[in-house]
């Protein structure tokens, strides 16, 4: 992912998440620190020489969502199929929109272009909708 030709950076994109966030207007817990999760975790891309252009893959925006810090320090760097906590699971289903029957196909870093697949509209709908909003 680029902007005129460049990467798209981390803290770029994590500004990106928290706008589409705001525009779908969820909300956080209140009186907790938001954190920007990685769906499938940084781990799995570090030194993966079989996916091309890993390091971008890992910091877009359809691998990122917010998550209360609590929860993502309790997450870390595990694998979605991993997690066996019923609140946690709440908790990234909400803020991921990935439902919990999908966690074992996204826990494989090979799925990277379907979780793509499967997050766009989320994002797209939003911003064209707040996009035509602000030109009308």
């Given at each position: 992912?680029?902007?005129?030709?460049?990467?798209?950076?981390?803290?770029?994109?994590?500004?990106?998440?928290?706008?589409?966030?705001?525009?779908?207007?969820?909300?956080?817990?209140?009186?907790?620190?938001?954190?920007?999760?990685?769906?499938?975790?940084q781990s799995l891309?570090?030194?993966?020489?079989?996916?091309?252009?890993?390091?971008?893959?890992?910091?877009?925006?359809?691998?990122?969502?917010?998550?209360?810090?609590?929860?993502?320090?309790?997450?870390?760097?595990?694998?979605?199929?991993?997690?066996?906590?019923?609140?946690?699971?709440?908790?990234?289903?909400?803020?991921?929109?990935?439902?919990?029957?999908?966690?074992?196909?996204?826990?494989?870093?090979?799925?990277?272009?379907?979780?793509?697949?499967?997050?766009?509209?989320?994002?797209?709908?939003?911003?064209?909708?707040?996009?035509?909003?602000?030109?009308?």
């Open positions: 992912q680029k902007i005129e030709d460049d990467d798209i950076s981390f803290s770029i994109a994590k500004t990106l998440v928290y706008h589409s966030y705001c525009i779908h207007s969820l909300m956080g817990p209140e009186n907790s620190k938001i954190d920007v999760d990685h769906i499938l975790p891309f570090d030194g993966n020489g079989s996916i091309p252009n890993a390091q971008n893959i890992k910091n877009s925006l359809f691998n990122l969502c917010p998550l209360p810090s609590r929860d993502n320090i309790k997450k870390t760097n595990k694998t979605l199929k991993s997690i066996d906590d019923p609140w946690l699971i709440q908790q990234i289903e909400k803020y991921s929109h990935v439902s919990q029957k999908m966690f074992d196909e996204f826990s494989d870093v090979n799925s990277w272009k379907k979780l793509k697949n499967e997050r766009r509209s989320f994002f797209e709908e939003k911003f064209i909708e707040a996009k035509t909003k602000i030109i009308s």
